[in-house]
Each structure stands twice: as C-alpha cells, then as structure tokens.
C-alpha cells in the first residue's frame, strides 16, 4: 500500500498545469511595459544654444536655468532676482562654480543680468552651457 500512494503523489506532481503561471508572467510583462513608458525626468526645457568651442565640466555646479520667456530658475524652481542674488552669496561663499543654462531664445540682456548678479556677489566661475557642434 504504501508504493502506491507513493505511485499516486508521483502522477499528481506529472500534470502540474503551467498555463496560469503563464499568463501571469505575460500579465506582469505588460504591466511593467506600460509603466515604465510613462516615467517622466522631471526638469525644465531650455534649448541649448551651438558652440563648436564647448567642452565638458567635471565638476559640480550651481545650475542657473533661463527660459525662453526669460523665467530664472535655480534647482527647478522659479526665483526672482532678488532671491537669486540671496541665492548667489551662498554659493560664492562655498566657492561653487556656476553653470548659466539659457535657452537659445532667451534675452541676452537677462543673461547679462544673471552674469553681472554673479560677479556682484562674488562667484569666481561662470560657465554658459551649450550643445557642441559637429562641423
């Protein structure tokens, strides 16, 4: 008796049927297909002007963002000029270098604004950023 429930345990583990665990693979495939889609990198959209001089920064720096409707933003957020000269004491005071990244279409009389707040304050570098061509 006891070979045959052995037998019994051994033919009931032979027709373990597979095809739900299937579908719940296909379900989670689709499913994290779906999400990662819409994963947005959240940040604020300037186009870069063209430079062929342009070279890397290695190191870290103070990102000054300038819209094309000539909005200041530093960290994603949106300052006046008032903050950002508040802003820039603290960063001079830290000896951090900055990084002005305007939008092609953007004044240059506010860029001129945010470079001359810059030296005001007493940053040591400013750098603009640009988009290196390839000509």
Known sequence: MRLKRHLKLEKTLRTIDIAPLIDVVFLLLIFFMLTSSFIFQPGIRVNLPRAITSEMLSEDNAVISITAENLIYYKQKLVTIK????????????????????????????????????????????????????D
């Open 83 to 134: 903050e950002l000269s508040s802003l820039l004491k603290g960063i001079a005071a830290a000896r951090l270098p900055v990084l002005i990244k305007s939008d092609r279409k953007a004044s240059l009389g506010r860029i001129v604004i945010v470079w001359d707040i810059c030296r005001q304050e007493g940053v040591q570098q400013v750098n603009i950023a640009t988009t290196q061509t390839t």
